[in-house]
Nanobody, 122 residues
Framework: QVQLVESGGGLVQAGGSLRLSCAASGRTFWRFAVGWFRQAPGKERECVAAISWSGGGTNYADSVEGRFTISKDNNRGTVYLQMNNLQPEDTAVYYC???????????????WGQGTQVTVSS
């Protein structure tokens, strides 16, 4: 069993930065791939970034490529999402999730956090 808790969301002006953290409990967390998803009102949940269990593989949505960076610290049981040059269209609830394999498909993720709100003002 894996439990995930996100933190680090908030209100930021366009062009600013935030770093989201996803703290995991559970001894087998290091075996899981982790994804960061976001969902804005009226929109489908999308994967913005994913990282393999080892951290050696990453994947980014086109909309965040070059601005967001995902990283995984297995020793600390934490995954980070560094978000730079934030734009109003990045406003959403951000969730982290864990999956047994490296994927961007939300239906393949077994464990989810409760989400953290990110709001970017223009």
């Amino acid at each position: 069993q894996v439990q995930l808790v996100e933190s680090g969301g908030g209100l930021v002006q366009a062009g600013g930065s935030l770093r989201l953290s996803c703290a995991a409990s559970g001894r087998t967390f290091w075996r899981f791939a982790v994804g960061w998803f976001r969902q804005a009102p009226g929109k489908e949940r999308e994967c913005v970034a994913a990282i393999s269990w080892s951290g050696g593989g990453t994947n980014y949505a086109d909309s965040v490529e070059g601005r967001f960076t995902i990283s995984k610290d297995n020793n600390r049981g934490t995954v980070y999402l560094q978000m730079n040059n934030l734009q109003p269209e990045d406003t959403a609830v951000y969730y982290c999730a864990a999956a047994k394999r490296f994927t961007v498909q939300p239906e393949e993720y077994d464990y989810w956090g409760q989400g953290t709100q990110v709001t970017v003002s223009s």
